[in-house]
């Protein structure tokens, strides 16, 4: 009986005394078939556990008859005696997986605050993992997407979700719901194959299970798997931050400062790893696909976005990941303004700390195949039109203008800054090349058209 099985779960579990006997329970329930057995089961074990039952209902107003599931589970929560709680959307209409859930945790946070809520069971079971790591994996998930539901999750203060039934398949909640006669309403959009999960739960598994029929028990042995050598991975990759850090009293989250050089010095798998591992760690989901780009950013040197809060910058000795919100403000910085004469020796300009611009004069035969990338930080130029003249080394000034490389004209530096999405606590700590409010060369990032070799470069330009 799925109810004993269930109530043996919660007993043997280490967490029973803390978190449900004497407690009060928040039972997320939508009226469909999983919510409805959840609840029924509650019920028959709540006296016996002194258990406090709160059910919470939301309204998406998806369906003209979603007002008919509020009615059901009302219905039932009054003749069991369970506080019923409902709220419905307000708002626009949204048919969005995403946004849907957002709505519906954000009325489970509030009614957890505002009743103290120890746990918020959900009832997601056996077939939901298999379709959540399917889903996660046609979204470009990394190995983390491949983990498995918890069984617990933090949530909100003190409370956390708990999901009783992710050992128990739909075909034994079907079952538990006919033999119980339990009501329950069937939402037609689960049939509606434009939303993902649908798609995959009733067009692939389907197929999935004519390769193999253990296609599904096949997944979430491979979840497993792949959570116990997170847990490994986890452990290694702990220490080995420590070893990186530039801090001995450092945290794994943001921000965070880690040796350049010593990253440097292990393996692309290893670097690639890690940093995958750092920014699961700090929730920075979604940069998957930008593995590459921070690797390769992170060994020519460069600022590149995360998200929306939060950037990472490399210099010749640190990895810094960063949240935007606690940075500095945009300052203008005076700190460097060194002179020199175009003539026709090489100079050496020192940019404070260990860095410095080497200018070399080109010697020997030019192939146009051999030229840089503006991401890094070398450039050939053709500098005739500035012989003998005063150029600057510096960091910006209100009045500077750019002329982008294949670009017809120029435009503020300002707002070619904008449009490259460097953060705007970068914009005025850039060594730039000048002449005057002219500026030729922004090291990792562009080059001036005016210095555009057209037949042979005159000069190598280099940051060290």
Known sequence: MLSQQIENNLISSKSFTTFFKNQRIGLAVSGGIDSMVLLDTFCKISRKYNLKLYVMHYNHKWRKKSFMDAQLVRKYSEENKVFFLYKENEGKIVKDEETAREQRYSFFKACAKKLSLKVICTAHHKDDQVETVLFRLTRGTGPNGLLPIKEFLDFSHNTKIYRPFLSFTKEQIYKYAKKHRLPYIEDETNKDLK?????????????????????????????????????????????????????????????????????????????????????????????VSKINLILLT??????????????????????MFENKKKSKPEIANSGLNESFVLNGR???????????????LFVGSFSKKIFFRDKEMIAYVDMSNYRNKKLNIRYRNA????????????????????????????RYNLPLLCFHNEVLWIPGYSLSENLKVKDKPTHILEIK
């Open 399 to 426: 009045k500077d203008k750019f002329h982008p490389l294949g670009l017809q004209m120029a435009v503020k530096l300002k707002n070619y800054l904008i449009n490259k999405k460097i953060p705007k606590q970068y």
């Open 195 to 287: 939303y993902k999960r649908n798609l995959i739960r009733r067009k692939i598994l389907p197929l999935l299970r004519k390769v193999n029929e253990k296609a599904a028990n096949n997944i979430l042995l491979c979840s497993d798997l792949v959570y116990s050598q997170n847990v490994v991975v986890g452990n290694y990759f702990s220490e080995l931050f420590k070893k990186l850090s530039l801090s001995k009293t450092q945290h794994f989250t943001m921000p965070l400062k880690i040796s350049r050089k010593k990253f440097l010095q292990y393996d692309e798998y290893t670097q690639k790893a890690f940093t995958y591992w750092v920014l699961t760690f700090n929730n920075l989901i979604g940069n």
């Open 346 to 360: 090489n100079k050496r300009i020192h940019l404070g700390g260990k860095s410095q611009l080497e200018l070399k």
């Open 298 to 319: 992170i060994k020519s040197k460069g600022i590149i976005e995360l998200t929306k809060e939060h950037v990472l910058s490399v210099n010749d000795d640190c990895i």
